[in-house]
């Protein structure tokens, strides 16, 4: 029973972790409509973005695994 309500709680904060991603996009796509915020340009390394990226799912799926 614990094992189960633990789990339910993991899901709810999953869930409250995306609802606030999405309002946050909102907020910030409302700012861009309304001129308050400035998208500008910076110089970036796609495949270094795109390695730390799966080094981080990497890292995520590892420690995903040692909680079971």
Sequence with gaps: MAKECVEAAD???LCV???KS???DVLTVSK???NLLRITP???QPI???QRSMA???DLS???RDQH
């Design 11 to 13: 899901n709810i904060a």
């Design 17 to 19: 972790q995306h609802q």
């Design 22 to 24: 999405i309002v946050d």
């Design 32 to 34: 861009l409509d309304s």
């Design 42 to 44: 910076i110089p970036a």
């Design 48 to 50: 270094i973005v795109v």
């Design 56 to 58: 981080m799912l990497v």
């Design 62 to 64: 590892l420690g995903t």
